[in-house]
């Protein structure tokens, strides 16, 4: 869908009790950034990843 593009993580790896968060930019072949996102997954006491749900955008605000 976006030949030359590259994920590109934006932040630390935080992990706690298996869950593990990281912020990515999706990046075109132009350098341009195409869309911002955080990958949230679940980890194994053997350290490899079971699970892993990514959302893309940005966090949507509260309603007040």
Do not use: C, K, N
Not at 11 to 24: E, K, N, P, V
Not at 39 to 45: E, F, Q, T
């Amino acid at each position: 869908m976006f030949p030359g593009a590259r994920f590109v993580r934006t932040s630390g790896i935080d992990t706690h009790h298996g869950i593990l968060r990281f912020a990515w930019q999706l990046v075109g072949a132009d350098g341009a950034v195409v869309v911002d996102g955080i990958d949230i997954g679940v980890v194994r006491d053997d350290g490899r990843l079971t699970r892993i749900a990514g959302f893309y955008g940005p966090v949507v605000p509260m309603e007040r």
